[in-house]
């Protein structure tokens, strides 16, 4: 049975537009409740904490990408593992399937080979 590739996508888009919003109204929420009582500043609306989510990310970062070239490193190193274990025709059926078979991993691999040889 296959699944519809579109029905996922819009699930997905579905799911952003939804904790966006929940996320927006969360802090205009905590903005009102605390700001205008604690430091008399402004009540704001809506858009406005969206606006602030943006905000502070764009002025904070964007969860911490220094973490991003580990976690790259690891998977790579997991993914030349199973390759090493696998025969010619599963590689060949995992750089059909994936279509990623031009990508980086597989010319290092191809690379490797050819100075091995």
Partial sequence: MRRKPGLGVLKFILLGILFVT???????TLWNCLIPDLFHGPVITFWQALG?????????????????????ANWKEKMRRRMESMTPEEKERLRDRCRFGSGKFFRDEEEQKQTQE
């Fill in 22 to 28: 929940v996320l927006g109204f969360v802090v205009m």
């Fill in 52 to 72: 602030l989510l943006l905000l502070g990310k764009l002025l904070f970062g964007w969860h911490g990408h220094q973490h991003g070239a580990a976690w790259k």
